[in-house]
């Protein structure tokens, strides 16, 4: 009897130590759960702390070279190219003969306005004479006073032809002088847009049709360049006679060329909020030419009592620019933040920080007020810069730089 009851009651006592073992692993798996869920919601974050910012910075703009002096020239008269003497790129002195020009037409109007002349100037000499002898008969029955008169006031008519006809005849002879194309200064010859044969007319015309060329040379004086820049209205107040700035050519990376500053528009483009800015720089080796695209670096000077801060740990949500603090119990509060100038990767703030609050770096999307953070080492080669190192920006090239201002949203 007492065996068949400990038979019996021995399957019992396996299910229930079986169901308390599974209740143990269930609530140790849900121990485990919890914890590593309480982890994974702590979410590691970098710890950065605001910087005092740079004396200067640098502003890189894109610029444009022009000569210093560049002029297009024009025919002056009709007819064709009889020949052109320059070429692309040649040196020229001021008067050098650059092109002449057979106008067959202005020849014949010169030939009939001397012709003129001549029949103005024997009309003349013959009512002189004649008023001589009438003025000499004045007084004498044989003549009125009426008659000398009328002879006299018709050498004057006669004078006054003349003198029409040899206006005409220095108009002319203006005109024949523009048949031999001259160049206006010393320079380059930078264009020619005219061949043997070419039609030219002093009305104008498109050099692409029917033969007609209008502008036959551009000539530029390049021995010293204006280069042209537009500066942003919020650096504007900067702009004066003591302002210096660098000049980097892409085609000759590590070299810079220093240009003073001239003059500005004092005005500012309604489209583009910018001020025509012109520099000046020295080309004695001709190592610039028009139209070269640069690089202008200039020291923008910046407050360094103001803090500053990555770009990366701003947050913009519905309360506007905001910051995440960690505290001591490492955990966030969002704080709102005034910002002032954009210094390329980082930005100026000028409230809403202190020196020792430590800042969130590339904070993530879903960060939450109060929300526990663990601060992590990030991992070498992929750690950001901090403030300080950015505070003092030394571009490798020009080029990281613009990358810089562009990424700023700069022109």
């Known amino acids: 009897m007492k065996r ?20 143990v692993k269930r609530e140790r798996a849900l121990a485990d759960l ?70 067959p037409g202005l020849d014949a109007q010169y030939a009939a306005a001397k012709a003129n002349l001549a029949v103005a100037q024997a009309n003349y000499r013959l009512a002189v004479s004649t008023a001589a002898r009438w003025q000499a008969l004045a007084g004498t029955p044989a003549v009125s006073k009426q008659e000398v008169e009328v002879q006299t006031a018709g050498a004057a008519a006669r004078k006054a032809e003349m003198e029409a006809a040899a206006q005409d005849v220095a108009r002319y002879a203006a005109l024949e002088a523009f048949k031999r194309v001259v160049a206006p200064f010393d320079g380059v010859v930078t264009a020619r847009f005219t061949d043997v044969g070419s039609y030219v007319n002093a009305a104008g015309g498109d050099v692409s049709v029917r033969g007609s060329s209008t502008e036959l040379f551009t000539v530029a004086d390049v021995h010293e360049m204006r280069v042209f820049v537009s500066v942003p209205q919020d650096y504007a107040n900067l702009l004066s006679p ?19 500053f ?22 004695p080796n001709r190592t610039l030419w028009p139209g070269t695209y640069v690089d202008v670096v200039f020291q923008v000077p910046t407050d360094p009592t103001v803090l ?73 080669g992929y750690a950001m810069a901090t403030p300080k190192t950015q505070a003092q920006p030394k571009p490798s090239s020009v080029a990281d730089a613009a990358s810089s201002n562009r990424q700023a949203g700069q022109p």
């Open 308 to 380: 500053t801060m990555p770009e990366a740990a701003l947050i913009f949500r519905a309360d506007g620019a905001q910051v995440a603090i960690v505290d001591s119990q490492n955990r966030v509060h969002l704080r709102n933040v005034t910002l002032g100038q954009n210094l390329g990767q980082t930005v100026q703030v000028t409230s809403g920080l202190s020196p020792g609050d430590k800042l969130v770096n590339n904070p993530p999307a879903g960060l939450l007020e109060g929300q526990s953070v663990q601060p992590v080492t990030p991992v070498t």
């Open 242 to 260: 003591d302002i210096t700035a660098k000049l980097h050519l892409p085609s000759q990376p590590g070299k810079s060329i220093e240009a003073k």
């Open 34 to 103: 919890a914890r590593v869920s309480k982890e994974q919601a702590i979410v590691p974050v970098q710890i950065i702390s605001p910087q005092r910012g740079p004396a200067t910075r640098p502003l890189v703009l894109p610029g444009t070279v022009r000569a210093w002096y560049e002029a297009p020239i024009f025919a002056q008269v009709v007819g064709y190219v009889h020949s052109w003497n320059e070429d692309y790129g040649a040196t020229v002195k001021a008067g050098q003969l650059l092109a002449t020009i057979d106008t």
């Open 4 to 23: 068949s009851t400990l038979l019996l009651g021995l399957p019992a006592v396996l299910v229930v130590a079986l169901l308390v073992n599974g209740l």
């Open 262 to 283: 001239l003059t500005t528009a004092r005005a500012f483009n309604a489209n583009t909020r910018t001020a025509e800015t012109e520099l000046t720089v020295d080309n």
